[in-house]
């Protein structure tokens, strides 16, 4: 069964108090590209453009803000001219461009992250400062002391901690499920386990562009919707969770109205506003 009621009933109650106020804003952050460490397959079933993107996300609410995602390669590594680390290229450093709308990263009220992959959590050790919204399953899974390669393919071997240390202190939130962060349901961490033991994605309601779904890595490319019996990733994650957390989405999409964006989907991001424009 898919568990959209608690979900749904947070959304119900979304009367948008905030739109006397100023709008939900959500600032799109360039946080470089990816490219596929294993593009056959997914060239096999018609994915034209295996590179991917790597967003970073400020949610802007009247009551605070959210930071969601936090890049591929640390700010500390951006040379000017770019940087190139294994599969991740970097141009711009995400303090840079919260800079360049008038935040600091002590600004943020609330850091999540849709998973603790590196391509996700780069630069998380910054918003220590902030209120940490975590599943406790996926905080569970960080802070296990596993060991993994620092990159897809690379030969350094960091302790998983190693990325989220300075989290481990943080004032944090432990979700065991979805969560409307600003009490007014415009802004709801939607639980999708699968990818990760804690994988979320997450629902923006705007104003004028409506409301968006962001994908974490519940999807990479478009293909993994149309083709249902194409799922590259499912083998790194629980691939029951998986496809329950894609059910439940999927329905929440169409009950909404919701468009989804599939934040590693290139082709997509680069038709998006970029910050320091915004959607409202
Ligand atoms: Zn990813």
Redesign the pocket.
């Known amino acids: 069964m898919i568990k959209t009621g608690l979900l749904l009933a947070l959304l119900a109650g979304a009367t948008l108090q905030t739109s006397a106020q100023q709008p939900v804003k959500l600032y799109v952050f360039d946080g470089g590209t990816?490219k596929s460490g294993n593009p056959a397959p997914l060239l096999e079933r018609g994915v034209t453009t295996t590179d991917?993107s790597?967003a970073v996300y400020l949610v802007v609410h009247p009551r605070g803000t959210l930071l969601w995602d936090a890049g591929v390669i640390p700010d500390e590594r951006i040379q000017a001219g770019g940087t190139t680390d294994f599969r991740a290229t970097v141009k711009k450093t995400l303090k840079g461009q919260l800079e360049e709308i008038g935040y600091k990263p002590s600004d943020v009220t609330y850091f999540a992250l849709?998973?603790n992959?590196y391509?996700?959590s780069a630069n998380a050790n910054a918003f220590a400062g902030s209120t940490w919204l975590v599943q406790k399953a996926e905080r569970d899974a960080m802070f296990s002391g596993a060991q993994r390669p620092t990159s897809v393919n690379s030969p350094s071997i960091e302790t998983v901690n190693a990325r989220f240390a300075a989290l481990k202190n943080s004032k944090t939130t432990l979700l065991n499920g979805d969560h409307d962060v600003f009490g007014d349901g415009s802004v709801v961490i939607v639980s999708t386990p699968g990818h990760t033991p804690g994988h979320q994605s997450l629902f923006v309601k705007l104003a004028k562009t409506g409301p968006v779904l962001l994908s974490?890595?519940l999807y990479?490319y478009p293909a993994e919707r149309t083709l249902k019996d194409f799922t590259p990733f499912a083998a790194l994650g629980n691939p029951e969770q998986e496809t329950a957390s894609k059910a439940k989405v999927e329905a929440l999409l169409k009950e909404k109205g919701a468009t989804l964006w599939i934040?590693?989907d290139i082709i997509a991001d680069a038709k998006l506003k970029k910050s320091p424009a915004y959607d409202d």
């Open positions: 990816l991917m790597v849709s998973h992959h391509d996700h974490g890595d990479h934040q590693h």
